[in-house]
């Protein structure tokens, strides 16, 4: 049976993206991203699950910077989930909002409902937890009026109500994650794919002025549109950089590999990271 | 005197920069960036240092956003420090890494530890706290051989010794802090700038290939070299996005207006967020 690896621990939303894209399969929550990320390398686990961007419990630098340093697997492909979060509380509390004596999630989810917390419940204190999924664990253990912030999926695995429902300052927030596998076989998501995407890691011989614009000439002649663009620092010393790029097309064997020629020929290191299917999920 | 707020607990990297850029004057800690950069913005405190880049307490997601969305306070300057992590224990402790049986810490500082971890470490368990502070001060507090990850500062905030410096798997990680104030006189950092920044937000109409080439081309037809850029959705949807760019020179009355021009003529909207010295500490 395939054995699905995710950052966990349940109830987050690493948790939430794997239910709603998978079935049945085998589920096995790690602690870190790099863990995951290993198990997948060294055959532990058949997939890897793990936030890319926006992420709540976790951050993009980490699963980049490992994905470039330390274990290079294929992208297969990539799971966007919106962020959506609920005030929750025991099935017990019947009280108001003004009862609430403490909040509890991860500093990322408490600065997420800022505005909420700010404009309802400045009375209670804010408590962080090292996830969304903890804190509700948090919460069904105390018998005290307090509340987390998380998912439906935290409420529904540690017995709790939602008593207010989107609670976050802005209603398109979104997470992306990465599916990580070297049996591209194995992943079998049942929904229809947004889109396809291509992403390149491009490395800069030297930072010099204009360089950037070149690199971005070779995909703009051929009409190739960018969605995504970010520098990064090498671990190698300060000045040294390179670019991740999404190109919002799948890969061909016309237009990516003249990119690649062209920049190689700047002197540039080209890496395609991966050409897969983007599924938007409702939740 | 001048107050000065900043990410806390204290022993975290926030704290360090602080301490090293500023002298003895007022500081306050904050739970969290949006409480930080809220009371700058409402006069409670004078100046405010948040995490922008690779940060281990923060992220850069809700800096940035906090400042493009809800409150917009200028740059006045950027202290960057080293990411140097130690493992620490309670001076009493006088054994052998064998017989640590726990290590606690933030979770992005675990895996930035990951390989030291792994190597040495593995037949202990590791234990997530909500910062690297808050592991020294666990230690602190627990009467069994157990070690927190964090740095030189959360040592001898917490009274504990380094038994094993510089364990982070690259040497040459940097967090960025933002310094943020509406009294610019107020700033007053001991240090020689290592060089000076200016940054845009740049907002595309529309999603449109070669966009962000034409934006580029402004940079580069005038030499103005660019040290990063990143595309962000916007909050407004799926498919809008901006550019946050750092350019390493500052303003001035040609170039910049120059720039801001040509892209407001292809309907971009250009904001310039702060134009500061960086400053580089050694620690």
New interface residues.
């Given amino acids: 049976m395939t054995e699905i690896g995710y950052l966990g621990p349940k109830g987050t939303f690493t948790k939430l993206a794997v239910d709603t894209a998978f079935g049945d399969e085998k589920k096995q929550s790690f ?5 995951c990320i290993d198990a997948v390398d060294n055959g532990t686990i058949d997939i890897g699950v793990v936030p890319l961007e ?1 992420a709540i ?1 976790g ?4 699963t980049v ?2 994905l470039i ?1 330390q274990v290079r697997l294929p992208v297969v492909s990539e799971i966007v989930v919106p962020i959506q979060q609920h005030l929750l509380v025991r099935k017990d509390f019947d009280g108001k909002l003004s009862d609430i004596q403490e909040v509890h999630s991860h ?2 989810a ?3 409902c ?1 505005q909420f917390l700010h404009q309802n419940l400045s009375h209670a204190g ?1 408590v ?4 969304t999924g903890r804190a509700a664990e948090i919460v069904s253990e105390r018998n005290e009026p307090i509340a987390a912030i998380g998912n439906k999926l935290a409420a529904s695995e540690y017995g709790l109500q939602i008593y207010k429902a989107n609670i976050h300052d ?5 997470t992306r994650f990465l599916v990580l596998t070297k049996n591209r076989d194995l992943v079998q998501i049942k929904h229809e794919a947004h889109l396809e995407r291509t992403t390149l890691l491009i490395g800069l011989p030297s ?4 360089a ?2 070149q690199i ?2 070779a ?2 002649w051929r ?9 990064r ?6 000045g040294n ?1 390179f ?1 991740i790029i999404d190109v919002d097309q799948p890969y061909d064997n016309v237009l990516f590999p003249g990119v690649k020629a062209e920049l190689e020929a700047l002197g540039c290191e080209v890496t395609i990271l991966g050409t897969y299917p983007v599924y938007h999920m409702n939740i």
């Fill in positions: 602690q870190t991203i790099a863990e926006n419990e951050t993009v630098q980490i910077d490992y340093h500093s990322h408490i600065a997420q800022h804010t962080f937890s090292t996830s802005y209603p398109n927030n979104h930072d010099k002025p204009g950037l614009h971005l000439s995909f703009s009409k190739m549109n960018l969605s995504k663009i970010e520098s620092p090498t671990k190698t010393g300060l950089y670019f």
